[in-house]
């Protein structure tokens, strides 16, 4: 039985002024609300501060267009099997135009049968990057011709930092969104 809710939300009148504050950040932000990952990290605000910035470089002005973002950080939330994240960015890429398609193979652990180029090169770089650690020279060429060098290091960068959210929040037990079905494990 999976663990919920080690870290749950803290109540605001339970909150130091420094997580008050780091809680603001992200309300006045991009993201306009405190959920999922951030509700986690309230308990390390500065820490919060710094990943959030990060975190909304890579989100929402990365070199790779929303489509292929989200791409990446589905295909990492299905690695770690993150319920939260997995269902939170759905409704995201989707809406970027992600094909519910290629959502769903992602989901079952397959690799998608019809995508486009651009796809295929972040299913492929993501897949074998976590499969390997790294990536073969092929693999690298086809997004480097692509995505250059920049989209390659922001890539990889979206990758890793939904990596340690995903690590965050399966640690603390963190439950899908709303209506949200938690995501099988990977056979």
Do not use: C
Request: glycine share 8%.
């Amino acid at each position: 039985m999976p663990i919920r809710d080690r870290l749950p939300p803290i109540p605001p009148d339970r909150m130091t002024a420094e997580q008050k504050a780091a809680a603001e950040a992200i309300i006045k932000g991009p993201r306009g609300h405190l959920v999922g990952p951030f509700l986690v990290l309230l308990r390390s605000p500065e820490f919060m501060n710094r990943l959030q910035r990060t975190g909304e470089y890579l989100r929402f002005n990365s070199a790779l267009p929303p489509r292929l973002s989200e791409l990446a950080i589905l295909l990492t939330a299905r690695v770690w099997s993150q319920g939260f994240e997995w269902h939170h960015h759905r409704i995201i890429a989707e809406k970027a135009g992600l094909s519910s398609a290629i959502i769903d193979a992602i989901a079952e652990g397959r690799r998608p049968e019809a995508m486009a180029d651009d796809e295929a090169a972040v299913h492929d770089f993501i897949a074998e990057l976590h499969r390997n650690r790294t990536v073969s020279e092929p693999t690298y060429q086809k997004a480097l011709a692509l995505f250059g060098e920049k989209g390659i290091v922001d890539m990889t960068g979206i990758s890793g930092s939904h990596s340690m959210l995903a690590m965050l929040m399966n640690v603390a037990g963190t439950p899908p969104p709303e209506g949200g079905k938690p995501l099988p494990g990977l056979p």
